[in-house]
């Protein structure tokens, strides 16, 4: 049977086992998939091992994704721009290295959540990892204005220079928190970690036009304090990121068996149960 598994620290939490054996299901395909825990200074070993033993490919978390393009003999365009992979394919002549997690954001905020990119004006919060994933996506959506806002305004203006000449006609720029107040953005998209402790970006008002969304990335049970303030500043629809976390998955499944499953109703489940806690 074919072995794939996700690797991360900690990684008890990861829905990915539930959601790879639930498209294994529906697409009729025969394989496995498991959590693997891998030691802080571990990685590389436990993906030699899993290989090793006929794994074919595995979905890496936090916190080794940089470690897992480091490690990958060759990389996916998206992913070479990220510096950072989520997927690895094991084959004969080496290791691809894919980024599939701007390419879930995408597909969840037009297909699930029927958002228009093309030609609006999108601000990205954050600078991390999940940003450098999600800038080649959304840059591919043509939108009129990109701006990544940044706590730490330098991180946001290396981004910016890395993803220039991918823009076309994109108005592409670097922003501090503070010089946002009053755009008026048609999409939010919460990428920093504020969320995963409790906190919130310091965002000035007059961040949503008329009609606007606002995406957290991090998901879970009701609404995170940036969904909770959007609600009371202006935005029309608040969306979490579990359907970016399905669509992910999903990119990644295509790319490992060459099928594409049907996410919705893997999505409403987990929504059913994240929602009964
Ligand atoms: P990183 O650690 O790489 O980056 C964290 C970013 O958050 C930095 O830009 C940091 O700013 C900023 N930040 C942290 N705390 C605060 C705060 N209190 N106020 C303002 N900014 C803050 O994290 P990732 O990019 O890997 O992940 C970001 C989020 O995306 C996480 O919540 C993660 O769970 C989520 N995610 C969700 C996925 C999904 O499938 N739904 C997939 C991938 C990520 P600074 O540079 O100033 O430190």
Known sequence: MDRYAVIGNPIAHSKSPQIHAAFARQTGQTLSYEALLAPLDGFVRAVE??????????????????????????????????????????????????????????????????????????LVLGAGGATRGALLPLLDCRPATLVVANRSPAKADELVALFTPH?????????????????????????????????????????????ALAYD????????????????????????GLGMLVEQAAESFTLWRGVRPDTAAVLAELRRQLDAG
Do not use: W
């Open 49 to 122: 091992d899993f290989r090793a033993e006929g794994g074919r490919g595995m979905n890496v978390t936090v916190p080794f994704k940089l470690e897992a393009f480091a490690l990958s003999t060759r990389h996916t365009p998206r992913a070479e721009l990220a510096g950072a992979v989520n997927t690895l394919a094991f084959g004969d002549d080496g290791i691809l290295g894919d980024n599939t997690d701007g390419a879930g954001l995408v597909r969840d905020l037009i297909v699930n959540l029927g958002c228009t990119l093309g030609g609006r004006r999108v």
């Open 167 to 211: 823009a076309g006609r994109a108005a592409l720029a670097a922003s501090s928190f503070d010089a946002l107040a009053g755009h008026g953005f048609d999409v939010v998209i919460n990428a920093t970690s504020a969320s995963l402790s409790g906190a919130l970006p310091p965002l000035p008002s007059g961040l949503y036009a008329p009609g």
């Open 217 to 240: 990335m991090m998901y879970g049970r009701g609404d995170t304090p940036f969904m909770a303030a959007a609600r009371t500043q202006g935005a029309a629809r608040v969306a979490d």
